[in-house]
């Protein structure tokens, strides 16, 4: 998701149950005050599917900032991700929190967007069809996709031309590449 769709998220767009959330508005900052957006593509409000670890965090998120609200008296208002007062996070201070976890882990520094970028490029390694991930991460179609993620792309020429040989010998003897009584390529 983007800075602006995780801070944009609200509980009632967790879907526990079916494993989904979706995002349906972001909060951007306009002279360091947050505003509503609905997207910055129409493809922009999309479902994604999550994996159950991730669920998890969510659901255990959700407990401790109900118990940390409760007790300091704030009126729960929904979104997922709120400061002390339950106010929704600035983009500022997310990202400076990011900053000062990866120091303080010494792990190598990123851009907080940069694990968006990450995501992508280790689906498309892992296989995914680049139209899902296009899905997933909400592009206008899946060409950006693809000319984002393009350094990805080349050393899966010589992974597909090994599938290829592949699927050709797992093929019946004589059957293979038979059109018309000749081979073709």
Avoid at 9 to 15: A, G, I, Q, S, T
Avoid at 27 to 55: C, F, Q
Avoid at 120 to 125: A, P, Q, S, Y
Avoid at 151 to 167: D, I
């Amino acid at each position: 998701m983007r800075r602006s769709e995780l801070l944009g998220l609200r509980w009632d767009d967790v879907v526990f149950e079916k494993k989904r959330v979706s995002i349906n508005r972001g909060l951007v900052e306009v002279a360091y005050e947050l505003h509503e957006s609905r997207g910055k593509t129409p493809n922009s409000m999309r479902a994604v599917d999550l994996d159950p670890t991730t669920v998890k965090m969510l659901k255990a998120w959700r407990d401790w900032q109900m118990t940390g609200q409760e007790a300091a008296g704030v009126e729960p208002d929904g979104w997922v991700f709120t400061n002390s007062d339950g106010e929704p996070v600035h983009p500022h201070s997310i990202c400076q929190t990011f900053e000062r976890i990866a120091v303080r882990a010494g792990v190598p520094r990123i851009r907080l967007h940069d694990i968006r970028h990450t995501h992508g490029t280790l689906l498309i390694k892992a296989g995914v069809p680049v139209k899902v991930v296009s899905e997933r991460l909400g592009h206008a179609n899946p060409a950006f996709t693809v000319d984002t993620y393009q350094h990805v792309l080349p050393g899966m020429q010589a992974e597909a031309a090994h599938t290829f040989e592949q699927l050709i010998k797992e093929q019946r003897p004589g059957t293979a590449g038979r059109r018309a009584g000749r081979r073709t390529a």
